[in-house]
């Protein structure tokens, strides 16, 4: 799947942000591997412990439709700057593969990762010592 898809559906999807306290928007699609886009967008709440990042609705998305297994995520906002994901939704995106590109974008620039290397040391499943 060519980048500039991803990236056109996250900025499709950007103009449904819900950000009337930021003002911040931000775009997500998910590219899973079965080639299926699923797309989110940021949704504020005035608690602001409630809102959720695109990045997340996508992923949610993905998964209550049976989806886990994930290529790319593409990901623009709304500021003159490039912006990562939040350490919240990189720890969901881990859950399902470190090996995910990570296409962060804004209107005159593009990079691309892997996710691991966003964070290096996800958590993950352990064994406490007693």
């Known amino acids: ?3 500039k898809i991803l990236i056109q559906k996250a900025r499709e ?8 306290y930021s003002k911040f928007k931000v775009g997500a699609a998910l590219l899973t591997q079965s080639g299926k886009i699923y797309t989110g967008c940021n949704i ?3 608690s602001y412990g409630a809102t959720v990042c695109a990045e997340r609705v ?3 998305k993905a998964v209550s439709e049976g989806e886990k297994k994930f290529s790319a995520i593409a990901i623009v906002n709304s500021s003159p700057d490039i912006v990562f994901p939040c350490g919240i939704c990189r720890q969901c995106l881990a859950e399902f593969g470190l090996d995910l590109t990570v296409i962060v974008a804004n209107n005159t620039k593009t990079e691309s990762y892997i996710l691991k ?14």
């Not at 999807?13 to 009337?20: H, K, L, Q, S, T």
């Not at 290096?120 to 064994?127: G, I």
């Open 44 to 46: 504020e709440n005035i």
């Open 117 to 130: 290397d966003l964070i290096p040391h996800a958590f993950d499943s352990f064994t406490p010592t007693l």
């Open 58 to 60: 996508a992923l949610f």
């Open 13 to 20: 999807v950007m103009a449904n942000a819900y950000a009337p």
């Open 1 to 3: 799947m060519n980048n």
